[in-house]
């Protein structure tokens, strides 16, 4: 897409809208997986930060220490949404094609 196109598109908010949708379903089409403790805890999420899966290995389920878990599982939560922020902007920097580099846009 170049700065034409773009100043074609903010004057018709119709297709407008249709990139706002376009991206939408792309975000929530992204699914990235976060895990910690070796793979142990695995968070999967959704572009839209939607927790799609949760999964726990039964060798860190340790009822004496229930704070290692909780641990493990905010640290696979943190992967995840890393990850779900790397898959946005390098999704932003193929939409924006040669603009990716104008003004920090894409970065």
Request: charged residues 20%; glycine residues 10%; proline residues 5%.
């Amino acid at each position: 897409m170049d700065l034409n196109d773009m100043m074609k598109m903010l004057k018709d908010p119709q297709a407008l809208q249709k990139q706002a949708q376009e991206a939408q379903a792309r975000m929530a089409a992204i699914s990235v997986v976060g895990s910690s403790g070796g793979g142990m805890v695995r968070v999967t999420l959704n572009g839209t930060m939607d927790m799609l899966a949760l999964e726990i290995a039964p060798e860190a389920i340790d009822p004496d220490e229930p704070g290692l878990l909780q641990d493990l599982v905010k640290a696979a939560h943190n992967d995840a949404v890393y990850r779900v922020r790397e898959a946005l902007q390098a999704d932003v920097a193929r939409s924006l094609g040669p603009l990716a580099g104008f003004g920090g846009l894409g970065a």
